[in-house]
Nanobody
Framework: QLQLVESGGGLVQPGGSLRLSCVAS????????IGWFRQAPGKEREAVSC????????YYVNSVKGRFTISRNREKNTVFLEMNSLKTEDTGVYYC????????????????????WGKGTLVTVSS
């Protein structure tokens, strides 16, 4: 059974940076789509970024393009989300999620409907 545990959230000022980590256990993340989702207070959960472990292709929601970078360390079975130039609207609970799927050329529609979820880590961007 795949389990995902997030870490790295915290309080940061606007313009600052954070790196979130998602450690997977129980299953090696080969041939998975792994993603980061967030839920801001009073809003629906949205997909932030996903990566396909099959070919390394990535998806980013428009609001984070150029600021966030998703990456994977296969040996550590870990996925990261590097977040730079943070804005107050980036505040929310960030969840790591994964879905067993062999995807080449990841599309936005494939960064959804995940089967496995972590419990989330809170990111607060505030001065």
């Amino acid at each position: 059974q795949l389990q995902l545990v997030e870490s790295g959230g915290g309080l940061v000022q606007p313009g600052g940076s954070l790196r979130l980590s998602c450690v997977a256990s129980g299953v090696t993340l080969d041939y998975y789509v792994i993603g980061w989702f967030r839920q801001a207070p009073g809003k629906e959960r949205e997909a932030v970024s996903c990566i396909s472990s099959t070919d390394g292709s990535r998806y980013y929601v428009n609001s984070v393009k150029g600021r966030f970078t998703i990456s994977r360390n296969r040996e550590k079975n870990t996925v990261f989300l590097e977040m730079n130039s943070l804005k107050t609207e980036d505040t929310g609970v960030y969840y790591c999620a994964a879905d067993r799927a062999e995807v080449v050329g990841l599309a936005a529609s494939e960064c959804s409907d995940m089967d496995y979820w972590g419990k989330g880590t809170l990111v607060t961007v505030s001065s």
